[in-house]
C-alpha cells in the first residue's frame, strides 16, 4: 500500500540555524567536532530530508514534536549512540534553530534541562532573530 499525503512540501526548504546566546558562545562547532564521520552524515541526511517537509511531516524516525513548535532531531552513530537535537520551528523566518543537543539512552536525555533551554532561546530569537542566530554550515544542504 501506497501512503500518500495531502500535505505539500514547502516552497523554499527550511533554513536551519544555531542558536547564539547573548555572550555570542557557539556550542555547536565544537560538538560538532566530537561527531564520528558517520554520525555527521546520518545528521546530513536526517536534516537535509526534514528541510523540505511540511511540519505534519516531521515525525519519527527523524524527528518528533514537543508541541509549541518544538522538536527534537534523531540520529545514531556507528556505535548506537542515540544523538538528538531540541530547537523550535520560527515560522516567521521559515527555519528551526537548533538550541540544545543531547544523547538519549533508555529513554533518557542527557542533558534533560533541553525543552526549557529551547523554549528561553525561543524568546531570545523572537525578540532579534539576526542577533541569535546563525545559519548552520551543514545545515542547509
Not at 18 to 36: E, P, V
Not at 53 to 65: D, F, G, Q, T, Y
Not at 72 to 90: K, L, Q, Y
Not at 120 to 141: M, R, Y
Request: with cysteine.
Amino acid at each position: 500500500m501506497l501512503l500518500q499525503s495531502i500535505q505539500k512540501s514547502p516552497e523554499t526548504p527550511w533554513g536551519i540555524y544555531w542558536y547564539i546566546a547573548d555572550s555570542g558562545r557557539n556550542n555547536f562547532t565544537k560538538w560538532d567536532k566530537k561527531l564520528s564521520v558517520k554520525g555527521r552524515v546520518k545528521r546530513n541526511t536526517a536534516l537535509k530530508y526534514l528541510r523540505v517537509e511540511p511540519l505534519p511531516r516531521w515525525v519519527r524516525p527523524e524527528a518528533s514534536s514537543l508541541g509549541n513548535h518544538l522538536y527534537v532531531i534523531h540520529f545514531n552513530d556507528e556505535n548506537s549512540t542515540a544523538h538528538r537535537m531540541c530547537g523550535f520551528i520560527d515560522l516567521q523566518h521559515h527555519a528551526f534553530v537548533i538550541c540544545a543537543t543531547m544523547i538519549e539512552k533508555d529513554g533518557i536525555y542527557t542533558p534533560n534541562d533541553y525543552e526549557a533551554r529551547s523554549l528561553s532561546a525561543k524568546i531570545d530569537v523572537q525578540v532579534d532573530f539576526d542577533k541569535h542566530t546563525l545559519e548552520c554550515p551543514w545545515g542547509n544542504l
